[in-house]
């Protein structure tokens, strides 16, 4: 199962929720249904919204699965080199992207 790694975190008190931003470092062998994260590996007892950049990997794209909760799902989609369709990844992952969570 792919994993995510968090780094360079950073965490800010905005009105009354938290943001988070990181850098996520993902790897392994990606399971369909995307990867976790969890609030607590952001600080955070639960993640509301989740906004995450463009990987450093050309032709695949991230997205949350905007699913709310105390973990969140990130799903990795590759562009075919033929057909220029996206799908989700199956295989191996090395990816690394940054979020930002809000939540409390």
């Known amino acids: 199962m792919a994993t995510g790694t968090i780094s360079n975190l950073k965490t800010a008190a905005v009105a009354d929720r938290f943001h988070a931003r ?8 990606y ?8 609030a607590a590996s952001l600080g955070l007892r639960y ?6 950049s463009p990987p450093d990997t050309a032709g695949y794209h991230v997205a949350w699965d905007q699913v709310v909760g ?10 075919g080199d033929i057909s220029g369709i996206e799908a989700e990844v199956s295989g191996t992952v090395a990816h690394v992207y940054s979020i930002l969570a809000i939540g409390f």
């Open 70 to 79: 105390a973990s969140v799902k990130v799903k990795t989609y590759d562009e």
């Open 47 to 52: 993640i509301e919204q989740l906004v995450v």
């Open 22 to 29: 990181a850098k996520v470092t993902e790897s392994g062998t």
């Open 31 to 38: 399971a369909a249904g995307g990867t976790t994260i969890t």
